[in-house]
C-alpha cells in the first residue's frame, strides 16, 4: 500500500476535490483505496459517503490492536463498495488536537501498518488547512505529499510553509517524498494568475506538477453530487475531466501504480 497524503495550509485551494477525484480514478483503475478524512469539515467524508466504513478516523490515533481490520476492508472480489472504503471524519479528532503529536503520530503510523496488511493498493489522507496533530501525524505515516495551490497571493504564502513543514517532518520521516504543488482553481482569463503560475514555476521548477485544474464549476458540481467530474453530463465538464484525469495518470506514474 503506498499513502499519499493531500496537504496545503490554506483552505479552500482544492485539497478535498483532489483527492477525491485521485480517489474514484484509482477506483476505476481497479485499484483497492483506502481514503482517510482527517478534517472535521467532513468534506471528503460527505462526497464518498457511499463508501463509509465501520471506522471512523479518530480511532487510527488510538490503540488499534483489536479493531477489525478485515471486516473494514471487505471481502476481496467484492463489488466498488468495499474495493474503496472510506473511513470517515468524526467529532472525535477534534481532540486529537490535545493530545501529544508523539503518542497521535506512534498511534496513527501503527493504524497504516495494519491497514496495509489488508490488500490496499493506495491510501490516500485528506487533511485539514492547518498544521495541528492530525496533519503532522498524517505527513509522519505517508510515502508521499500532494499540495493543491490556488494561484492566490495568500495560497502562494502558504506554500513556504507547507513546504517547511514537509522539510520539517522529512526528519522523523525520511523516506517522505514530495509528489508537488498542482495549480487548482485556476482561471484562465485571469492574467494575475497567469503572472503568478510563471513566477512559481521560476521559484519552484522541481516541484510545480505539469497539469493544472481549472477553475470549472463542474467540479463543484461534481463534488456536490459524489460523483467525479467525468460523469457529469455537461459539455463544460469535459474540459475539467480531461485536467483531472491528467493529474491523476502523472500523480499515479510518480508513485509507480499507473
Ligand atoms: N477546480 C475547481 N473549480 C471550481 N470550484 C472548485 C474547484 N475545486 C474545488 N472547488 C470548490 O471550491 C471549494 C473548495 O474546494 P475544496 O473543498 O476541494 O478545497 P480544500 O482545500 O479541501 O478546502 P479546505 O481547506 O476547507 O478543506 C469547494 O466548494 C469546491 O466545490
Ligand atoms: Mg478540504
New binding site residues.
Partial sequence: MKTTVVA?Q?????????LVHLALDALERGKKVAVIDL?T?G?ASYSLQAYQSSLTASAMFKDVSSTPWAEIAGEEGQEDAARLVLIASDAGLADMEKTSLAEAGTHFKEAIRLLALQGFDLCLI?T??SLGNCLAAALYAADYVLS?IELEVYSIQGIKKMNAAIANMRKANPGLIFLGMVP??VDGRNPRHKEHLDKLQAAYPQLMIPAT?????S??DA??NGVPVWQIKKTAARK?AKEVRALAQYVYEKMEIA
Fill in positions: 496545503q490554506k483552505g479552500g485551494v482544492g485539497k478535498t476535490s483532489t478534517d469539515q468534506n485528506d485539514p488547512p493543491p487548482s482553481k485544474i481549472g477553475l470549472r464549476s467540479i463543484a463534488l456536490a475539467a
